[in-house]
T-cell receptor, first 114, second 113 residues
Framework: SQTIHQWPATLVQPVGSPLSLECTVE??????LYWYRQAAGRGLQLLFY??????ISSEVPQNLSASRPQDRQFILSSKKLLLSDSGFYLC?????????????FGPGTRLTVL | AQSVTQLDSQVPVFEEAPVELRCNYS??????LFWYVQYPNQGLQLLLKYLSGSTLVKGINGFEAEFNKSQTSFHLRKPSVHISDTAEYFCALHQGGSEKLVFGKGTKLTVNP
């Protein structure tokens, strides 16, 4: 069966520090991968998605970047964190290219920028 | 552009009462519709989805939703809620041919004893 992992689970970082969040998927090949952010009272915001290795689509211009160095690995990064980067970050995967398949979410990373 | 509107940000109900969480969408093409649930400090879990066929969709935990194309709605219902249903519920839309889900802002359901 497929599983999705995210780490770390929680992170407290000072403003201006770098960020690296990792997401890995097991039990499937060539998944679509997604990064979302949940800020208080703002629902889910799609940040990046990827349909293959090295292929990244950015939804919102911001202080973050994403990379997909391996088929089942998706990394979210920042060179310098802002206070507004605080939130709950969720990684998700799906198998289908046509949109009918479910997106499966990881357990999330709670990021607090102080 | 497509969008999803969840009309209620918070819904308090008593245990064993019925509940309806409202969702309206906007899209110029055919869509697939989803309801997800998020328990505190966890990821999202699929409750149910509408792809085609019968407009009444049954999901996990006793939830169901009805797709209404003329009213562009996909409301979620449960005839009798439990304390354990306390969570945030998200309606989402997936436009055919796109790789992306568009989420509503969520509805926090609180079930009180």
């Amino acid at each position: 069966s497929q599983t999705i992992h995210q780490w770390p689970a929680t992170l407290v970082q000072p403003v201006g520090s770098p960020l690296s969040l990792e997401c890995t998927v097991e039990g499937t090949s060539n998944p679509n991968l997604y990064w979302y952010r949940q800020a208080a009272g703002r629902g889910l915001q799609l940040l990046f998605y990827s349909v293959g290795i090295g292929q990244i689509s950015s939804e919102v211009p911001q202080n973050l970047s994403a990379s997909r160095p391996q088929d089942r690995q998706f990394i979210l990064s920042s060179k310098k964190l802002l206070l507004s980067d605080s939130g709950f970050y969720l990684c998700a995967w799906s198998a289908d290219r046509g949109g009918t398949d479910t997106q499966y979410f990881g357990p999330g990373t709670r990021l607090t920028v102080l | 552009a497509q969008s999803v509107t969840q009309l209620d940000s918070q819904v308090p109900v008593f245990e064993e009462a019925p509940v309806e969480l409202r969702c309206n969408y906007s899209s110029s093409v055919s869509v697939y519709l989803f309801w997800y649930v998020q328990y505190p400090n966890q990821g999202l879990q699929l409750l149910l989805k509408y792809l085609s066929g019968s407009t009444l969709v049954k999901g996990i935990n006793g939830f169901e939703a009805e797709f209404n194309k003329s009213q562009t709605s996909f409301h979620l219902r449960k005839p009798s809620v439990h304390i354990s249903d306390t969570a945030e519920y998200f309606c989402a839309l997936h436009q055919g041919g796109s790789e992306k889900l568009v989420f509503g802002k969520g509805t926090k359901l609180t079930v009180n004893p």
